[in-house]
């Protein structure tokens, strides 16, 4: 069984937008916070947006302004709102536990990675 579930993901025009879901088992979701991870072909994945249990939220650079993360608890579901969407955005996105240690966000070890969503953006 999977500790994460992502869906949502799909083709859009420059400019446009999309909704990720990241589901996630009761205990998994309860415990920890999660963050929004991508991986474009021959890059490393990163973190894209990270949402700790008490809703504190922390973003890459290169999506402020344009991404927004939160969480539905009763559902036990993140979500990452994308507007803006650019060719760049262009990746599989991943979601996984995680949060923040002594400023940096640091990622779970032990909860497996899921299949991940494509995104692509292009015209």
């Known amino acids: 069984q999977e500790d994460f579930v992502e869906s949502g993901g799909g083709l859009v025009p420059p400019g446009g937008s999309l909704i990720l879901s990241c589901k996630a088992s009761?205990?998994?979701?309860?415990?920890?916070?999660v963050g929004w991870y991508r991986q474009a072909p021959g890059n490393q994945r990163e973190l894209v947006a990270g949402?700790?249990?008490?809703?504190?939220?922390t973003y890459a650079d290169s999506v402020k302004g344009r991404f927004t993360i939160s969480r539905n608890t009763a559902k036990n579901t993140v979500y990452l709102q994308m507007n803006t969407l650019k060719p760049e955005d262009t990746a599989v996105y991943y979601c996984?536990?995680?949060?923040?240690?002594?400023?940096?966000?640091?990622?779970?070890?032990?909860?497996?990675w899921g299949q991940g969503t494509q995104v692509t953006v292009s015209s």
């Open positions: 996984n536990a995680g949060g923040p240690v002594g400023g940096h966000w640091v990622t779970s070890s032990i909860h497996s």
């Open positions: 949402i700790t249990r008490d809703g504190a939220t």
């Open positions: 009761g205990s998994t979701f309860s415990r920890n916070g």
